[in-house]
């Protein structure tokens, strides 16, 4: 991978970040990160703004706009909203509804096979991010509050799903449904939303569950 696609994918990640971290993580000179993202700001692809700083000048900060989505997975986005569009205006939303819940059906069947052999949360959470990761999603598993939460970078479906808020409740739900009654999944920050990652909140319930 170039140093430019590195950085692109470490800002996808990350967020706002200074060429001082970037150049950091990547193993390399500021100056030579500071090059790069100059020419990728004179492409529009990144932008920089002030973050704040306990002392002194504050820093600079670096993100990716809009336009740098073209280089992140996108599974044919006009192409997807487009054919929702379709069958919500030939068909019906009943229509539509049957198509979404033959996906979510079929995504459940793959989760739960996949995450069959796994025991704890930890262990599911990891598998299941994996296989987000293979669709597209840069999915990881962090930990926050002590609580351990799913993070997408990314979504491969953004274009449909702003066009179909079925598309992102649908994955909610079937979140909830993979891992099971005995934890509780919450959205607690969206991309189609404004935010920059989608990111799940999951903890046991109540009952219980192994962490």
């Not at 990160?33 to 529009?44: C, G, I, M």
């Not at 909203?81 to 019906?92: A, C, E, N, P, Y």
């Not at 299941?128 to 939460?149: F, H, I, P, Q, W």
């Not at 607690?188 to 192994?210: L, W």
Request: net charge neutral.
């Amino acid at each position: 991978m170039s140093t430019r696609s590195e950085i692109l994918a470490l800002l996808k990640t990350a967020g706002a970040t200074s060429s001082q971290n970037l150049a950091k993580r990547l193993g390399i000179t500021p100056m030579a990160v500071k090059l790069q993202l100059y020419d990728l700001e004179a492409e529009r692809l990144v932008c920089a703004e002030l973050g704040p700083r306990s002392r002194g000048r504050p820093s600079k900060l670096w993100k990716l706009t809009e336009a740098a989505d073209q280089f992140f997975p996108n599974s044919h986005a006009a192409l997807s909203r487009d054919i929702l569009v379709g069958i919500r205006k030939t068909l019906g939303e009943q229509a539509l509804d049957r198509v979404l819940e033959a996906r979510a059906a079929e995504q459940y069947t793959r989760y739960a096979s996949e995450l069959n052999s796994c025991d704890t949360l930890a262990e599911k959470l990891t598998r299941l991010a994996e296989l987000r990761s293979e669709e597209g999603y840069m999915a990881c598993v962090e930990t926050t509050d002590n609580k351990l939460v799913l993070v997408e970078n990314h979504c491969p479906i953004c274009a449909a799903a702003k066009e179909c808020v079925k598309l992102c409740n649908g994955e909610l739900e079937l979140f909830q449904r993979t891992l099971g009654t005995e934890f509780v999944v919450e959205r607690t920050e969206h991309i189609v939303s404004g935010d920059r990652r989608c990111v799940y909140t999951v903890r046991p319930n109540q009952r219980g569950g192994k962490a």
